[in-house]
């Protein structure tokens, strides 16, 4: 898209965001599906980097 005219100025710039609203974020793990998922995932997460390091020890 081309716009047509002169060129204008940069907006102002933004007020930073709050550093006290920015740390307010957390987790929510209140159900057990909720617990079991992220649980597992973790434990998936560190398997699949066990076994692909075996197979990279084990084809080299």
Request: charged fraction near 20%; avoid cysteine.
């Amino acid at each position: 898209m081309v716009r047509e005219g002169p060129a204008q100025p940069a907006p102002p710039p933004k007020e930073p965001y709050p550093a006290d609203k920015a740390r307010g974020a957390e987790v929510i793990l209140n159900t057990p599906l909720r617990k079991w998922t992220f649980f597992g995932g973790l434990i998936g997460a560190i398997l699949l980097v066990l076994a692909l390091s075996l197979v990279r020890l084990g084809s080299g």
